[in-house]
């Protein structure tokens, strides 16, 4: 029986590029789909509004294991070959979609009214309006917590491990079951996330502390 | 697009004691882990408010290792390495710790937020009231912090119930373990975790109405806020 060593160790590691890789395409797919629904929610058509606050609501109101289910089971129900990488990748992305949708929603509207309103009344149309006046603002607000998500957005990549993908956690799972050895296995595993995510959660605390003293003055 | 797929229901549906096993499994642990998960914020959050300062220290220690670890390795190292040391457990026990220690570290800083917006006058007019210290801390300070920060610490609650579909990973008899041996007997993978998703839809909802009722019963009190 193989005995944790090195080795071992840098197979799991090594399986972080994946973690990496995948987190950064729910990061980017999912910015890109929350400020579409960040839009959509706020915007003045009540059927966007509508489709929106539908989505969210199934995408918050389920578990994200059961979304990658439903891509990884249900693509080639609409006769699509998929794998695990690919159908983990739509489902983060559709779920970091919901959330970061709804975090910049509140941004949105937490720049006053009369922001709004001068701009109308500058005459400006709604692409100006949104891109000139309100989203600069609104992105200042909005850092400190999607820094915050994205902490939510690596912790998320581990379920990948659930329908085979190897990344840091199905690493830990194959080494563990070579060498039965789940405590140095397992502690490696959590120590490489923390790795990963606790300098995210430092600066997202030491950010909204700053805007924070900055709201006060 | 064609779809030349036959829905067939029919299997899951037959399925359905199976199926609500499943589910109150899921409410059960969901609600368990919920009250002793709150109990563990409540005093962790009275450590890091009030606590001597090794004490504090831990407590951070404890909320920086959970929340920055993903609950699904939180979950194998409670059911594959503590067993190492001699505990054995079922998986339904591991999953039930885990999911506690999960909601007790993001719940104490939750509590800790809405310990640290009551003034201070008010604490030092309960004291001067000539209430205990620990009066003090459960009317003037917990309760008031508790319906400040009720609308985070539910949705934290619902969120726990929707993550601990991952403990279907160590087969704990919860609803989405229940629904992984159905596909894996019928094949109905699709059908199977539609109907899931819209059982745990439900309960996502069915969790909020509670959490205003419990709103309207115990903290619907008129304040200056």
Known sequence: MRTFGTPEFLFILAAARWTLALSAMAFVGGAIGGLLVALARTSESAVARGVATVFVQVFQGTPLLLQLFLVFFGAPVL??????????????????????????????????????????????????????????????????????????????????????????????????????????????????????????????????????????? | MSLNYSFQFDAVLEAWPLLAKGTWITVQLSLTATVLGLAVAILGAW??????????????????????????????????????????????AAALVAMVVNLGAYATEIIRAGIESIPRGQIEAGLALNLKRHQVFRYVILKPALKAIYPALTSQFILLMLSSAVVSAISADDLTSVAANLQSQTFRSFEIYIVVAGIYLALALAFSLLFRFIYGAALDYPDRR
């Not at chain 1, 975090?103 to 109308?120: F, K, L």
């Not at chain 1, 805007?211 to 006060?216: G, H, I, R, S, V």
Request: include cysteine; charged fraction near 10%; hydrophobic fraction near 55%.
């Open chain 1, 79 to 217: 006769g699509w070959d998929i794998n695990p990488w690919i159908a983990a990748g739509v489902a983060l992305i559709l779920n970091t979609s919901a959330f970061l949708g709804e975090i910049w929603r509140g941004c949105i509207q937490a720049i006053p009214r009369g922001q709004w309103e001068a701009a109308d009344a500058l005459g400006l149309h709604y692409v100006a309006r949104m891109r000139d006046v309100v989203l600069p603002q609104a992105f200042r607000i909005a850092l400190a917590p999607t820094v915050g998500y994205m902490v939510q957005v690596v912790k998320g990549t581990s379920l990948a491990a659930i329908i085979g993908f190897t990344e840091v956690t199905r690493a830990g799972q194959i080494i563990n079951n070579a060498t039965f050895q789940p405590l140095i296995v397992f502690g490696s595993v959590a120590a490489i996330y923390f790795v990963l995510c606790w300098p995210l959660s430092l600066l997202a605390g030491r950010m909204e502390r700053r805007q924070a003293a900055a709201l006060a003055r």
């Open chain 2, 47 to 92: 450590a890091k408010t009030s606590g001597p300062a090794p004490l504090r220290w831990l407590v951070n220690a404890y909320i920086e290792l959970v929340r920055n670890t993903p609950f699904l390795v939180q979950l194998f190292f409670f059911f594959f390495a503590l067993p190492a040391f001699g505990l054995r457990w079922s998986a339904y």
